[in-house]
C-alpha cells in the first residue's frame, strides 16, 4: 500500500511539474506575440520611454500673455532645451483666470513628459487656496515640479507722472483719498495682489485693485498709462521701463539695495519688513509622469542653467538662477509654501471672490 502510494505521489508531482512549466512556455509566447503585435518591450514602460525621450517636440504651457518674467525664463530655456534634448521645444502663452487655465490644461494632459508647465508662486501655490472652489484641480497633488529655475526681485513701481516718491507718500495719497488710487497685479490672488493686500493692512489704507489676466505683459502698459499707476511688480520687467524714464520705482522687496537701482530704498528701510514675496518662477509636470522623465528633464534643464554664459544671460534680464538640487526639493518647496499661504489667507480672511 505504502509503494503505491508513494507512486501516485511522484507521478502527481511530475504532472505539477509539467504543468508549471508549461505555464511558463504559455506566459512567454503570449508575450512574445503582444511584443511582436504592439511593439511591447520586457523592460518597464517608464524606463524605456526615458531612454528614448523625446520622440517629438515638446510644448510648454505658459499662464501669461508674453513679455513678462515667466514667459521671458520660459522661452529662454526652451531655445536650450531644443538645442541639448534634440527636438523642439515650443512655449505657448495661455492666460486667463490667473493662471488656472494653463494649469487646468497641463494637470490633465497625458502624463508622458510632452506637455509641460512654467509657473511661479502664484499659479502653483497660492492659487490652490484662493481659488479652491473654482479649480477642477490640486496643483500640489496634479502636478509634480522638475526645477526650481529662478528667483526675482521685485519693486513697487508707479507711472512716471505719480505724484508718490517714497511709501510714506503713497500712504499719504491714499489716506487723502481712499480707493481713488488704482493698483495692478497679474491676478486675482496673484502674488501682487496678495503683496499689495499685506501692504495696505500693515498701512491703514485703502486702494482700488485691477487685475490683468496677462501677468506683467499687461500690467506694464496699464502702468505706464496711469490707469492703474501703481504694482508690485519683477525687477525683469520693470526695470527697462524704469530706466527709460517710464515708471519709476518707489521701494523694493529685496533684503539690500539693489545694484541696478542703488537709490531705491528697501520695504524694510521704510517701515514694512517682510512685504514682498520671495518670487521664484519653475518647471512643472502632469503629476502621473513617469519619475525617469521627470529626471531627464531636470538633469537636461540643470544643465542649461549650469551654464555659465547662461548665468550671465539670466543675470541680464534681473533673474537670478536658483536651480533646485532635484525634483523632490522643488515639490518640498511648492508644499510647503502652498500650506503657508493658505495659512495668511486665513489669518488675514482674505477671499477671493
Not at 507521478?11 to 504543468?19: D, H, T
Not at 537701482?261 to 512643472?284: D, K, R, S, Y
Not at 502621473?288 to 540643470?302: E, G, L, M
Not at 542653467?305 to 541680464?316: A, D, I, R
Amino acid at each position: 500500500m505504502m509503494a503505491t502510494k508513494n507512486s501516485e505521489e511522484r507521478i502527481m508531482l511530475r504532472f505539477a511539474r509539467r504543468s508549471e512549466a508549461r505555464c511558463r512556455a504559455l506566459t512567454g509566447i503570449a508575450a512574445g506575440l503582444l511584443s511582436a503585435a504592439f511593439g511591447v518591450s520586457p523592460l518597464p514602460a517608464a524606463a524605456q520611454s526615458a531612454d528614448s525621450f523625446p520622440t517629438r517636440p515638446i510644448k510648454i504651457l505658459v499662464p501669461y500673455a508674453p513679455g513678462g518674467a515667466t514667459d521671458i525664463i520660459a522661452r529662454i530655456v526652451a531655445a536650450k532645451l531644443t538645442e541639448s534634448l534634440g527636438q523642439s521645444v515650443l512655449v505657448e502663452n495661455r492666460p486667463g483666470a490667473s493662471g488656472n487655465l494653463a494649469l487646468e490644461a497641463v494637470a490633465k494632459a497625458p502624463a508622458d513628459g510632452y506637455t509641460l508647465f512654467v509657473g511661479n508662486v502664484s499659479t502653483n501655490t497660492i492659487n490652490e487656496n484662493t481659488f479652491a472652489h473654482q479649480l477642477q484641480i490640486k496643483p500640489s497633488r496634479d502636478l509634480v515640479g522638475i526645477a526650481k529655475l529662478v528667483e526675482i526681485p521685485h519693486i513697487i513701481a508707479t507711472t512716471a507722472g505719480f505724484p508718490a516718491n517714497s511709501l510714506a507718500d503713497l500712504i499719504a495719497l491714499a489716506k487723502k483719498d481712499p480707493g481713488k488710487i488704482n493698483y495692478a497685479s497679474a491676478g486675482l490672488g496673484s502674488y501682487p495682489h496678495l503683496d499689495m493686500e499685506k501692504l495696505m493692512k500693515a498701512a491703514g489704507i485703502q486702494m482700488t485693485h485691477i487685475p490683468y489676466k496677462g501677468g506683467a505683459g499687461q500690467m506694464i502698459p496699464a502702468i505706464i498709462a496711469g490707469e492703474a499707476p501703481v504694482a508690485f511688480l519683477n525687477l525683469s520687467s520693470a526695470l527697462p521701463h524704469v530706466r527709460s524714464g517710464r515708471m519709476k520705482a518707489i521701494a523694493t522687496t529685496a533684503p539690500g539695495r539693489l545694484a541696478e537701482l542703488p537709490n531705491v530704498p528697501t520695504m524694510a528701510e521704510q517701515g514694512f519688513p517682510g512685504i514682498g514675496t520671495n518670487a521664484w518662477q519653475g518647471m512643472f509636470a502632469p503629476a502621473a509622469t513617469p519619475k525617469p522623465i521627470v529626471d531627464k528633464i531636470y538633469q537636461s534643464v540643470a544643465a542649461v542653467l549650469s551654464n555659465s554664459q547662461m548665468k550671465e544671460q539670466l543675470s541680464k534680464q534681473m533673474l537670478d538662477v536658483t536651480l533646485s538640487s532635484s525634483p523632490a526639493q522643488f515639490q518640498q518647496l511648492v508644499e510647503r509654501e502652498t500650506h503657508a499661504w493658505g495659512d495668511f489667507l486665513r489669518e488675514a480672511k482674505i477671499k477671493i471672490e
